[in-house]
């Protein structure tokens, strides 16, 4: 293990994951949370206080995301296939109820500075819906990832080694009560990384309207 693997220790979050390269973008399904003000805050708030620190790249409010299961990198996976993807994903999340969840406090990451989500499993239906979704389209074999996952909103990336020491401690100064919110849909996006920030167009929203 190395020392960079410690506890207590923070590691450049941006190294290139398999398959990620400079100008590569890829189908995959997030929550997003335009209209949230209440987290915002929060997120503002938690910002602000590690704003005197170095060795972060804080995430601006336009790109909170959570993110749910990917799809696969967009010269992999067809236009047709994404979008039949997202109307299977209508049919699986129409009785999906939304889902309420308390958000906060802040913890630090080895490579990320996010927020707890919880009841923890929560969105598993919603995201056995889309694994579902993916399955029928392009077949079981073919869905990323494992079933195992646990929830969480970034809202600062590490961008260097060093210790973690300091933005626990400024993590403590902030006001760190959690916020309520309600998730009502998740989005299907094709997203990329190539400066330091995950960005987005969104292809499909599908609502859980069960």
């Given at each position: 293990?190395?020392?960079?693997?410690?506890?207590?220790?923070?590691?450049?979050?941006?190294?290139?994951?398999?398959?990620w390269?400079?100008?590569?973008?890829?189908?995959?399904?997030?929550?997003?949370?335009?209209?949230q003000?209440?987290?915002?805050?929060?997120?503002?708030?938690?910002?602000?206080?590690?704003?005197?620190?170095?060795?972060?790249?804080?995430?601006?409010?336009?790109?909170?995301?959570?993110?749910?299961?990917?799809?696969?990198?967009?010269?992999?996976?067809?236009?047709?296939?994404?979008?039949?993807?997202?109307?299977a994903?209508?049919?699986?999340?129409?009785?999906?109820?939304?889902?309420?969840?308390?958000?906060?406090?802040?913890?630090?990451?080895?490579?990320?500075?996010?927020?707890?989500?919880?009841?923890?499993?929560?969105?598993?239906?919603?995201?056995?819906?889309?694994?579902?979704?993916?399955?029928?389209?392009?077949?079981?074999?073919?869905?990323?990832?494992?079933?195992?996952?646990?929830?969480?909103?970034?809202?600062?990336?590490?961008?260097?080694?060093?210790?973690?020491?300091?933005?626990?401690?400024?993590?403590?100064?902030?006001?760190?009560?959690?916020?309520?919110l309600?998730?009502?849909?998740?989005?299907?996006?094709?997203?990329?990384?190539?400066?330091?920030?995950?960005?987005?167009?969104?292809?499909?929203?599908?609502?859980?309207?069960?």
């Amino acid at each position: 293990m190395s020392d960079v693997d410690l506890p207590g220790r923070m590691r450049d979050h941006w190294w290139w994951r398999p398959g990620w390269r400079a100008g590569r973008s890829m189908y995959t399904w997030h929550v997003t949370f335009d209209g949230q003000p209440e987290l915002h805050e929060l997120v503002k708030n938690y910002q602000k206080a590690l704003a005197p620190l170095r060795g972060l790249d804080v995430i601006p409010i336009r790109w909170l995301h959570l993110t749910m299961q990917g799809i696969g990198f967009t010269d992999e996976v067809t236009p047709q296939d994404a979008s039949d993807i997202a109307e299977a994903a209508r049919e699986h999340l129409a009785t999906c109820q939304p889902v309420s969840l308390s958000i906060g406090p802040a913890q630090v990451d080895p490579e990320a500075i996010l927020l707890d989500v919880s009841p923890s499993g929560a969105l598993n239906p919603v995201r056995d819906g889309i694994r579902a979704a993916i399955a029928d389209v392009r077949g079981k074999s073919r869905v990323p990832e494992t079933e195992e996952w646990t929830p969480h909103i970034s809202i600062a990336y590490s961008n260097s080694d060093g210790p973690a020491a300091p933005y626990i401690e400024a993590l403590s100064t902030a006001t760190n009560a959690p916020v309520d919110l309600t998730v009502s849909a998740a989005h299907l996006i094709k997203l990329s990384r190539d400066t330091h920030l995950y960005q987005w167009e969104t292809k499909a929203e599908v609502p859980l309207s069960g």
